[in-house]
């Protein structure tokens, strides 16, 4: 009998000790959504807490500017740096206009995207919140920009270990330009044959550039591959619009800002390349020459028209989703952000946790098309 007690009490002790060792090591960016009330309540007690600072404004000076200068050198990955899906918050970390680790705050986001591509600051806001209160930690007010969260080396990370951009169907989502789907295993580093496939399409229908019309066929390209080949593919609110939206960023973003006329920016592959593979601004780059948010959403749209959806039993059964936002109800993406994906991994917050998310909340409102008469939301009430 005492040697029973004695296997029970040792078992019992080895548990309590991996249930302690998991949590000092869950990393002070990693997401919160979805975690246990029990599992909230160790690591939220254990992390630094943090009042979110109100979001930077627009820059004092919008203008054109040098951006690869010699205060943000290039400089390759070190062991346990992190990237992700997102090919301009890489190049930002490699420059260091973010923290060179991957691991940074949304205002050092906001900053970042705004400085060094010139960004518009209410998309800025918009982008950084969105991916804050899917993606980051809201208790220590930092985020990762990849889908790889464990410094500790191990790829993919510990289940218990979320975050960073890779969420799936908010920011990372399938039918990326660049990357590969959710359902096919890694979701965030950059893939070859995709990027083939952009360089095809430039040359096909943009005579070697990526431009608004390369944008339109290879959106539409990406979208029907997708259908075909993954049986889980999902194009609902709030994918529906980050898919639409980051297939302009490559021609508005990417493109020297010393070239003026906008409407008919082009990017070339060499520097395409630079930026989706190596993580790194062309020489002697400048940003955009004034700030955007991106411009050809309905043009790239209205090509190939398409209502947000998903297949439901398989490799083609796509089917449409009417409750889904889309850009005819473009309040939709902000209730749906919040009612369905931020509720759903947030059902029941208490203490700093709920703070947090109703103060990043109010964040969000201000930034989205809200102040254009959506009403906010108080999911978890108010202060």
Known sequence: MAGKYSFLSLFSLLSLLTHISSTLAFPSYGSLGGLSGRELDDLVARLPQVVPPNPPGPLEFSGPKLVNDADHPWEPLRPGDIRGPCPGLNTLASHGYLPRDGVATPTQIINAVQEGFNMANKAARFAAYSAHLVDGNLVTDLLSI??????????????????????????????????????????????????????????????????????????HQRIQQSIATNPTFDLTSPRFFTAFGEATLPYALFVDGRITERETARLDMTNATLFFRDSKFPNDFWRAPAPSSGTGIQDILSAYPIAPGRNVDGVNTYTPDPTSGDFSNPCGLYTGLVNKTIKGLYPNPTGVLRRNLIINLGFLYRASSGGDGCPELFPYGTL
């Not at 169907?169 to 044959?193: C, I, K, M, P």
């Open 146 to 219: 990849g889908g790889k969260t464990s410094k500790t080396g191990e790829d993919p990370p510990p289940p218990a270990i979320v975050g960073g951009l890779n969420t799936h169907t908010v920011f990372e989502g399938d039918a990326s330009l660049t990357r590969g789907d959710f359902f096919f295993g890694d979701n965030h580093s950059f893939n070859q044959t995709l990027f083939d496939q952009f360089i095809e399409y430039s040359n096909r229908f943009g005579d070697g550039f990526y431009n608004v019309s390369v944008a339109a066929e290879l959106r």
